[in-house]
């Protein structure tokens, strides 16, 4: 069974900051994908970022970065330079790609995350 | 470009009554997923599937049922509705083909209050 854990239910940030999301995850998978969304207050889920459990270099994708520690199974998501458009609820995901989990994307509880000016 | 289509956008259901959320993709995706997310929480997997006639439970499927007789159809049906199913609902899909790496899009999700 695959568990993904986020344990910052909040966060408070100031604009032009930087901004660490945790996630750790569990699997016994041999291959995985590890994914960030943003859910803004009006309740759409944005993609933002994607790690695969075998890629050499950490994914960027402008001010997001994703730091992968697979020994330590951890995918922190950073956003540099926040901004107030920046305030929503994060959540990190996973889906494994083995027989009793092929495909199943699960998330975990979320980080809520308020850019102050 | 419709995406991924989820009707309807909001509902109220009777304790005991039962109804269908529809969900549809235009994107020819293998996979589709159903979700649930209560207030102020994460997304639950409800239930899952590969492809069409292949469906699999995710974490709570209690409550639930699902079929995709075609690749773009995926509902998700509610049997003798119960207050504990009110949330807002979000069908996701996939496209799979040999990696974990591509990312799911979302509807834009069903809000349905159980009274």
């Known amino acids: 069974a695959q568990k993904i854990t986020q344990t910052q239910p909040g966060m408070f940030v100031q604009e032009k900051e930087a901004v660490t999301l945790d996630c750790t995850y569990d699997t016994s998978d041999p291959s995985y994908g590890l994914f960030w969304y943003k859910q803004p207050s009006s309740g759409e889920m944005i993609f933002l970022i994607y790690?695969?459990?075998?890629?050499?270099q950490n994914a960027t994708e402008g001010r997001y970065s994703l730091n992968f520690q697979k020994a330590r199974k951890s995918a922190n998501l950073v956003i540099s330079a926040s901004q107030l458009g920046d305030s929503a609820m994060y959540f990190c995901a996973m889906r494994g790609w083995a027989a009793d989990s092929w495909g199943k994307l699960q998330f975990g509880a979320g980080t809520q995350v308020v850019v102050t000016p | 470009n419709a995406g991924v289509t989820q009707t309807p956008k909001f509902r109220i259901l009777k304790i005991g009554q039962s109804m269908t959320l529809q969900c549809t993709q235009d994107m020819n995706h293998n996979y589709m997923y159903w979700y649930r997310q209560d207030p102020g929480m994460g997304l639950k997997l409800i239930y899952y599937?590969?492809?069409?006639?292949?469906?699999d439970k995710g974490e709570v499927p209690n409550g639930y049922n699902v079929s995709r007789s075609t690749t773009e159809d995926f509902p998700l049906r509610l049997e003798l509705a119960a207050p504990s199913q009110t949330s807002v609902y979000f069908c996701?899909?996939?496209?799979?083909?040999?990696?974990?790496?591509?990312?799911?899009?979302f509807g834009q999700g069903t809000r349905l209050t159980v009274v």
């Open positions: 599937s590969v492809g069409a006639g292949i469906t």
């Open positions: 790690q695969g459990s075998y890629d050499q």
């Open positions: 996701a899909s996939s496209v799979l083909t040999g990696t974990p790496n591509t990312e799911a899009f």
